[in-house]
């Protein structure tokens, strides 16, 4: 049983050494009174080297920081402060160890600065330091996890670009938005011709190979934030173009055919030419109001109709929403 001052003295002191967090105390004067084993560690200086002296003189890099007002709030106003860890990550040159040190990697740190009241004697102010590097890097590795879990949901496994969920989410935003603006907005169907002979001829490695390839050549071409290429299915593309009217559509898609034209990839089973080719179906939509499966029903009877026709080429169909919603309703 503690039965002298100096007994529970001996037995603060010894909790204070043993605690897994810094603890410094500054008298009024922001002079260093207390300096505990865990400062030792992480700073590097000895609690000789700094008993008793000026704080920020030996820290001059945290004047004019954060942490100063916030420990002089504490001595003059008695007002506790908790630095904010998103803008304030590493304020003390701690390190994890001695690794750390030698790279240059700060400790992550929470900091609390709380003013201390003592019976006959001045304020004082305790800083509080604790080490949250490890819930740092796990929040970091959760969040890149998240990203990468995203990128695979709404990218394709095989080609890279979007997939059909991505595609049917962009496909639903545009609409509203072209219809809030009253903008147009193109949807381009494209589809590898002869496909399944090439695969049966060259082997489904291959196959994969070119559909990486013109799936790489398609994305190349698209230059604004807003356009979006996605692997619609199989061997089918599908070009989402926020406002482009249709001429500009049939432009970009006549541009999209010759390029893969201009890859000429094998393709000895083509009833067209020795080459890889495409057929391009264009739709575009006008008007205030919209539909998406009438828009890409338009998209796809505007590519069989260049099917039909002999392949290697686009099919248009330019949609006026408003004026076959006006058709229908009088029908």
Not at 75 to 92: C, E, G, I, M, W
Not at 129 to 146: F, K, P, Y
Not at 171 to 192: N, Y
Request: charged share 20%.
């Amino acid at each position: 049983m503690l039965t002298a001052d100096s007994d529970r003295l001996s037995v603060l002191e010894s909790v204070l050494h043993a605690m897994n967090v810094g603890a410094i105390v500054l008298d009024n004067a922001c002079r260093v009174l207390v300096w505990n084993s865990w400062m030792v560690r992480h700073a590097g200086h000895a609690a000789a080297a700094v008993m008793g002296q000026d704080f920020f003189a030996l820290f001059p890099e945290l004047q004019g920081k954060r942490i100063e007002g916030a420990v002089r709030q504490a001595l003059r106003d008695n007002f506790p402060s908790v630095l904010s860890q998103t803008l304030h990550k590493a304020p003390f040159s701690l390190y994890t160890s001695a690794a750390t040190r030698v790279s240059g990697e700060l400790m992550q740190q929470a900091v609390a600065v709380t003013p201390l009241s003592v019976p006959g004697a001045a304020r004082l102010c305790l800083i509080q330091i604790t080490d949250v590097s490890v819930a740092v890097a796990r929040e970091r590795l959760l969040r890149d996890q998240a990203l990468e879990l995203r990128s695979q949901t709404f990218s394709d496994g095989l080609t890279g670009i979007a997939n059909r969920r991505h595609f049917d989410v962009a496909i639903e935003k545009e609409v509203r938005r072209a219809k809030r603006s009253g903008t147009p907005l193109s949807l381009l169907m494209i589809d590898i011709d002869y496909f399944k002979a090439y695969n049966d001829h060259y082997g489904h490695q291959q196959g994969d190979d070119c559909l990486i390839k013109v799936a790489g050549a398609l994305a190349q071409m698209l230059q604004r934030p807003a356009d979006l290429i996605a692997r619609y299915g199989g061997e089918e593309f599908a070009v989402i173009l926020p406002e482009m009217d249709g001429e500009q559509s049939a432009r970009m898609a006549e541009a999209m055919r010759q390029k893969i034209v201009g890859m000429q990839l094998p393709h000895a089973k083509s009833e067209h030419g020795e080459h890889v080719t495409v057929s391009i179906g264009v739709a575009t939509h006008r008007g205030e109001t919209g539909d998406i499966a009438y828009l890409v029903g338009a998209a796809d009877r505007a590519l069989y109709a260049a099917k039909h026709a002999g392949r290697n080429r686009v099919g248009l169909h330019v949609v006026e929403v408003a004026a076959a919603q006006a058709c229908a309703s009088q029908a």
